[in-house]
C-alpha cells in the first residue's frame, strides 16, 4: 500500500528559489564590487581547497594501527597494541619477529627522524638541505662516524648483528610498501621545493650510526679543555683556574661512597687507596687562536645533534627497607636537548612464550632507528642511565709542516683521505681529512679554521693543528650491550652486559624483584701517560701526553651491590672520592642536583620513615634553584632607593627559592634570574671574549660562590670604566636596578606580577624544517609556549643559558618511576608523543602532561596492556608465491 502526504499549498507558499534570487541580486551589484566579490568567491574556494589538500597531505603519512598488514620475513603474527596514547607494546614469539616489527612500527611513526638522523651520522645533511647543513656534515666527515659504525658492525655478536638485521628489514618493508608522500609528510613539502628525493634502504650500519651521536652529545669535557685554554690566554693562568673550581667532595657526596680498588678489582668493601696521575705542565696561551676557531666551529654543529654541555639526568634507587612498597623503587629523567619529535618512544618488546630461544620481556624508552630498549625495565631487573662524563676526549696541538706532522722529534707524514659531499643545489663540496696518530684535524673543516695567523706559528715553516682523540673514534660493539640488558634477569648478567658499553660511558643504577640495587660505572675510560691530564689541550709533538692504548679495566671501575645507605643517587656528580686510583676525569658536574636528591631522600627515610612512589615522583619535580641560598642574602643586603627601585627586592624576602612558573615563587624567580643573568654579564662579560661567556651552569655556581667572599676580587671590577675599581657589592647594586627595569619592560611595573614562567618558556621545534624560515611550514611541524617552572641545576632541571636568554634549551626528556614490587604500577612520561606526525593525535600529546608534571600508567603485563589498550594492528606473514 502506497501513503500519500499531502499539504495545503495556500496556507504555506512555496519558498523563492534562493539560487535565482541571489544571482539577479549579484547581478544588480556595482561593477568595481562584482569583480571583488569574484576574487573573494575564486580565493575562498582555493583557500577551502587548499586547506583540504593540506588536511590530506598532512593526513597520509598516519600510520595504520587496526586491523592486519602484511609483513614480509615474519615467520609468524606480531601483535601491536597501542594505548590511549598510541604508545605500542609488540607481542610475537621470536625476537626476530619482534625485531622485524619493531624496525616496521619505528618506521610508520618516526621515520623522517630516523633518515635525517642518517644523514646526520653520515655527514649528509646537505644532500638533503643544501649547503647551510655544509658545516655539520664536513666536522661529521672529518671524524668519521659512519666509517667507525661500518667497522662496528663488524664485531658484533651473531644475535645482535641478526637483529639489526631484521629490523632493517622490517623498516625496509615499510618503506616499499609507501611513497615518499605516505611515508611523512616533510618529503612533500621537500619534493614540492625541488628535492626530487626517495629514502634508501635501512641497513644495520644506520642504527649502530645514531650511537656516535649520542656519544658526540655526552664526550664529556672537550669544551672545557678549550674553554680553560681560552681562559688563560685572555686572562692569565692564575684568574682562569678561578672559573674552573675543583669539585667540593665535603659538601656534594660522590655515587660511591665505599670500597677500593685492590689489585685491579675494585671490592666494595675495601678500604685500600691508589695514587693518580701527576698534572702536566700549563697550557700556551699563544696557541689560543687555532682553539677560538676550533670552538667556533663546533658551535655550528646542530644543537638536536647536542653540546656536549649543559646536559645532564638524574636517576636513584633506593632499596625495599626505604621504599612504602617493601621493594626497590627507581627513578631516572635524563636531561637532553629539546626537540620535536623528542628524542624517545615508548614501547615494549614481548615474546609471547618467554624460553630461551625467545627472552625478550621488555619495555620502556626506545631510540627509533636501533632495535631494541635502551633504557625501561624486563620482568626480572630495571635500569636508569645518567651521564657518567669520564675524559673520554682530548685535544691535541700539532705542528704541520706541509703534508708532515711532528712527533718525538721527528717530521711524519699526515695520513688523509678525501670525502665528497653531495650539496642539494649547489655543487658537490671535495673535503680532504688529515689525520694524526692521534685522530683527525678538526682544525681543517672550514675555511675559518685553515688560516691560522702567522704569529701563532711555533716555528717559521709551522703552523698548529688540532686533532682530536676520542674514544668513540675507536671501533667498539656497544650495541651488544642493548640487547644483553634487555635480558638479563640479575645482578651478574647485568654486569655482563654492561661490560659491552663502551660509548658514551653512563651512570648505570640497578634493582630488581628479589630486592636488591645497584650502581655500575661501564665503558671505555683512557689510561693516559704521565705527561696529559686530559684538562688542557696536550702538545701532540711529545710522547709522554700520549694514551698508552689501555683502558681503565672494567673489574677496577667502581660498582656497588646493596650499599650500606640503602640508596644510590647518581647526577652527573663525582663517581668517587680522591683515592680512586685511576683517572676518570675532574670534570664533574658539581652536585648540586644529586646532593639535594640525597637530602631529600635522607629526610624522607629519616627515623624509619619510606619514600613512596608518588614521593619519587614529586623528587623529580623539586625546583629548588640551588644558588639561591648562597646569592639571595648579598642581594638583600644591599640598600637601594625606596620605591621602585626597592620593590623588587620585596619578593625575594620571603622567598623558599623555589621556581615555580607562576605565583609568589614565580614571581621571586623571575627577579632573581633576571638578576643572576645580570650578574654574570657585568662580571665576566668585560675581560672573557664572547665563546666563553658564562651559560649560567653549575659551574658558575661555583664560581660565583667563591667570589662573594672576596669583594675586592679582580673580577669584580669592570675594566670598561675609567678611573673606577668597582667591588661585590657596586655589581650586586647594578645588577638589582638592571633586572628591576628590564622586568618592567618585559612583564609588568608591579613585581607581584611578574612570573618566572612567561620568561622560562618552553617551544618545541623541528632540527629539520622548523628552522627554514617558512613561516606556514614552521607552524606545520613546531609547537610552542610551555610556561615551565624548574631551571639549570635544579632537580627539575629546565636549563636555561644565561649567554643567550631565559627560554629552555635542555631539559627532564622524559621521567620514569619503576615500582619492583608491581611493575603495573610504574609510571613513565615522555617529553613530546611517540608520533613524528605533525597533527597526529600523538605528536606532542604528552606535553602538557609532562609540563604539569604529570605521568602516564605505564602497563606492562599482558592483562594490564590490554586492558589499557585501545588500537590492535596485526603484522601478518606475507603469503609465500
Known sequence: MTHTMTTDVSQEPAPPAPSRSWWRAFRGWPGPARITAYVAIVLTLLLVAGLVTAVVL????????????????????????????????????????????????????????????????????????????????????????????????????????????????????????????????????????????????????????????????????????????????????????????????????????????????FEQDATAAGTRNPERPAYLAAQGGVLTRLQRGLTRMPAWLGSGDGVGSNSWVVDGAHSSTGRPLLANDPHLGVSLPGVWMQMGLHCRAISEACPLDVAGFTFSGVPGVIIGHNADIAWGFTNLGPDVTDLYLERVRGDRWLYDGTYRPLRTRTETIKVH????????????????????????????????????????????????????????????????????????????????????????????????????????????????????????????????????????????????????????????????????????RSQRIRDRILEATANGGTLSLDGMLALQLDDENPMAPVLTPYLLDIRLPGGYSSTGQDVLRNWDFGQSADGPDGAAAAYYNVVWRTLLDLTFHDELPKELWPDGGQRWFAVVERLLGNPEDLWWDDVRTDDVIEERDDIIREALLDARDELTRLQARDPHDWSWGRLHRLDLRSATLGESGIGPVEWLVNRGGWELGGGTSAVDATAWDAAEGYGVTTAPSMRMVISLADLDDSRWINLTGVSGHPFNAHYADQTDLWADGRTLAWPFTKEAVVAAGGDVLTLEPAPID
Open 58 to 265: 598532512v593526513r597520509r603519512p598516519f600510520p595504520q594501527t587496526t586491523g592486519t598488514a602484511e609483513l614480509p620475513g615474519l615467520q609468524t603474527d606480531v601483535e601491536v597494541i597501542r594505548d590511549g596514547n598510541g604508545i605500542p607494546q609488540l607481542y610475537g614469539d621470536s625476537v626476530t619477529d619482534l625485531m622485524r616489527a619493531q624496525g616496521y612500527v619505528h618506521a610508520q611513526e618516526r621515520f623522517f627522524e630516523m633518515d635525517v638522523r642518517r644523514h646526520a651520522t653520515a655527514g649528509r645533511l646537505a644532500e638533503m638541505f643544501g649547503k647551510d647543513a655544509l658545516e655539520s656534515d664536513e666536522f661529521v666527515r672529518t671524524m668519521g662516524w659512519r666509517r667507525v659504525a661500518e667497522r662496528e658492525v663488524a664485531l658484533l655478536e651473531p644475535e645482535t648483528r641478526a637483529a639489526l638485521d631484521a629490523y632493517a628489514e622490517g623498516v625496509n618493508a615499510y618503506l616499499d610498501a609507501h611513497s615518499p608522500g605516505q611515508i611523512a609528510v616533510e618529503y612533500t613539502i621537500l619534493n614540492a621545493g625541488g628535492l626530487g628525493y626517495h629514502p634508501e634502504h635501512w641497513t644495520a650500519v644506520d642504527s649502530v650510526a645514531w650511537l656516535k651521536a649520542m656519544a658526540w652529545d655526552l664526550r664529556g669535557n672537550m669544551e672545557d679543555e678549550i674553554g680553560r685554554a681560552l681562559s688563560a690566554a685572555a686572562v692569565g693562568s692564575e684568574r682562569a683556574g678561578q672559573l674552573y673550581p675543583a669539585y667540593p667532595y665535603a659538601q656534594h657526596a660522590p655515587i660511591v661512597g665505599q670500597g677500593a680498588v685492590v689489585d685491579g678489582v
Open 425 to 592: 643545489g649547489a655543487a658537490d663540496v671535495t673535503l680532504t681529512v688529515r689525520s694524526t696518530r692521534h685522530g683527525p684535524l678538526l682544525s681543517d673543516v672550514s675555511e675559518e679554521l685553515a688560516d691560522v695567523a702567522q704569529s701563532e706559528r711555533p716555528a717559521a715553516t709551522d703552523e698548529y693543528a688540532v686533532a682530536l682523540e676520542w674514544t668513540a673514534l675507536k671501533p667498539a660493539p656497544t650495541v651488544d650491550a642493548i640487547l644483553a640488558l634487555d635480558t638479563a634477569t640479575d645482578w651478574d648478567s647485568f654486569r655482563a652486559a654492561a661490560a659491552r658499553f663502551a660509548v658514551p660511558s653512563q651512570n648505570l643504577v640497578y634493582a630488581d624483584g628479589a630486592g636488591h640495587i645497584g650502581y655500575q660505572a661501564p665503558g671505555r675510560i683512557p689510561i693516559r701517560k704521565s705527561g696529559n691530564d686530559g684538562r688542557m689541550p696536550a702538545e701532540g709533538w711529545k710522547p709522554e701526553n700520549d694514551w698508552t692504548g689501555d683502558y681503565v679495566p672494567f673489574d677496577g671501575l667502581p660498582q656497588v651491590l646493596d650499599p650500606d645507605e640503602g640508596f644510590v643517587v647518581t647526577a652527573n656528580q663525582a663517581v668517587i672520592g680522591t683515592d680512586y686510583p685511576y683517572f676518570l676525569t675532574d670534570d664533574w658536574d658539581r652536585g648540586y
